[in-house]
């Protein structure tokens, strides 16, 4: 064994092939590293896109409306979607369950799930 790598086992206690080892992981890690990354899936638009379209058409056929009801209006259906379905045209008690809920305020916990987007006469 050369004399400077006896030195350097003798104080650190690392042999040369350990010392070979050590280095050897050391520049693994660099390669793992640097490698480059996975090929990633291209960009797709999300599934609520259509929804919206679908909505609007709903909205648009059937003359309703999502702010203030028109004078002399009862709504009669409401444009709904519900979990896992695409948006349709359901009675009005159904838009005002999942709106209101059975103790008719919004936001209390008892609605039921789903959106409504507008009423309609």
Known sequence: MHTATAAIARRTGISTARR???????FAGFLLV???????MPYTA????????????LIDGHGCWTNTAPADTIPGHAVITVPGKAPRL????L????W?????????GDETPGAVHAFCP
């Open 20 to 26: 070979m080892a050590i280095v050897a992981c050391f």
């Open 46 to 57: 999300p599934a609520a896109v259509p929804a919206v379209a679908a909505v609007d058409a």
């Open 90 to 93: 359901a009675s009005a008690d």
């Open 95 to 98: 838009g005002f369950r999942i």
């Open 34 to 40: 640097d490698a480059p990354a996975p090929a990633t």
């Open 100 to 108: 209101l809920g059975p103790d008719g305020q919004p936001a209390t």
